[in-house]
């Protein structure tokens, strides 16, 4: 198994930046396909992006392609989502997740790890 755990949430402004960190703990995390969703109160928790574990997949939610960014560096077990240009609506409680089984994927579900989540609030 992988233990996952965010950082790099907080308050910004609205077009501000910021980037968000999943440390992972575990011998895999390599081999592990990886994704951010985010939940915001009242809502259903929404997929946000994901990467193969080779990095040549990432698939983008509609709402974020061109302003956020999803990365990982194997070597360093760490898993990343830059937003830039962020908006009130972007916020949101963001979760990293785990996927051992799938190439890539985009659906909550088949994440088999989570993290504990990071607040990302976006102020107009």
């Known amino acids: 198994q992988v233990q996952l755990v965010e950082s790099g949430g907080g308050l910004v402004q609205a077009g501000g930046s910021l980037r968000l960190s999943c440390a992972a703990s575990?011998?895999?995390?390599?081999?592990?396909?990886m994704g951010w969703f985010r939940q915001a109160p009242g809502k259903a928790r929404e997929f946000v992006a994901a990467?193969?574990?080779?990095?040549?997949?990432?698939p983008y939610a509609d709402s974020v392609k061109g302003r956020f960014t999803i990365s990982r560096d194997n070597a360093k077990n760490t898993l990343y989502l830059q937003m830039n240009n962020l908006k009130p609506e972007d916020t949101a409680v963001y979760y990293c997740?785990?996927?051992?089984?799938?190439?890539?994927?985009?659906?909550?579900?088949?994440?088999?790890?989570w993290g504990q989540g990071t607040q990302v609030t976006v102020a107009s």
């Open positions: 575990g011998r895999t995390f390599s081999r592990y396909a």
């Open positions: 990467i193969s574990w080779n990095g040549g997949s990432t």
């Open positions: 997740a785990a996927d051992q089984t799938h190439f890539i994927s985009i659906w909550d579900n088949e994440y088999d790890n």
